[in-house]
T-cell receptor
Framework: NAGVMQNPRHLVRRRGQEARLRCSPM?????VYWYRQLPEEGLKFMVY????????ESGMPKERFSAEFPKEGPSILRIQQVVRGDSAAYFC?????????????FGPGTRLTVL | AQKVTQAQTEISVVEKEDVTLDCVYE???????LFWYKQPPSGELVFLIR??????QNEISGRYSWNFQKSTSSFNFTITASQVVDSAVYFC??????????FGAGTRLFVKA
């Protein structure tokens, strides 16, 4: 059973460009979570999605960031007009259910560098 | 709100020493789960353990053991006979009463040969 997959693993963008990060959850998992890890810091929750629904986006910056999890295909985290402060590692996690008890399994992360 | 505190920012030990990583949490929930994750230098996050608040027995997995003390709200993690490959950042995390796992700042462990 393949784990959570994220691509690309490394992404370099210039200021003002768009970044698209992809996450394919583990087979059988219908819940996806995105986290951001700034250098030398812990992970911060961004958004929680189920198929075709955003359940909680309270951790998302109000502007330039959006996320989706379509019926078919991976979850996408999109950052428009990137700025240097967006440079971070972005982790996706998935779980089979939403309950507190569920373990979230993490992907390897996408390291975004904004020049 | 739920909160996790990992007071140790960095720990450095010599190989084969035992090391304990502390985790103190705050919660108003009567039932909850706690997690530990490992982030090696390669950057990925590796799930280590999930512990139910009802189960206060210590858990051991190879060189890893966890000591859950509900009375002191602590969930400490001990590595016995540490190895260089144990060098990583270790995160303690509780669910928040929904689905937003809150991670502590992590403890960076250096194991020297």
């Amino acid at each position: 059973n393949a784990g959570v997959m994220q691509n690309p693993r490394h992404l370099v963008r210039r200021r003002g460009q768009e970044a698209r990060l992809r996450c394919s959850p583990m087979k059988g998992h219908s819940h996806v979570y995105w986290y951001r890890q700034l250098p030398e810091e812990g992970l911060k929750f961004m958004v929680y999605l189920q198929k075709e629904n955003i359940i909680d986006e309270s951790g998302m910056p109000k502007e330039r960031f959006s996320a989706e999890f379509p019926k078919e295909g991976p979850s996408i985290l999109r950052i428009q007009q990137v700025v240097r402060g967006d440079s971070a590692a972005y982790f996706c996690a998935s779980s089979p259910q939403t309950a507190d008890t569920d373990t979230q399994y993490f992907g390897p992360g996408t390291r975004l560098t904004v020049l | 709100a739920q909160k996790v505190t990992q007071a140790q920012t960095e720990i450095s030990v010599v190989e084969k020493e035992d090391v304990t990583l502390d985790c103190v949490y705050e919660t108003r929930d009567t039932t909850y789960y706690l997690f530990w994750y490992k982030q090696p230098p390669s950057g990925e996050l590796v799930f280590l353990i999930r512990r139910n608040s009802f189960d206060e027995q210590n858990e051991i997995s190879g060189r890893y053991s966890w000591n859950f003390q509900k009375s002191t709200s602590s969930f400490n993690f001990t590595i016995t006979a540490s190895q260089v490959v144990d060098s990583a950042v270790y995160f303690c995390a509780p669910p928040t009463g929904g689905f937003k796992t809150i991670f502590g700042a992590g403890t960076r462990l250096f194991v020297k040969a």
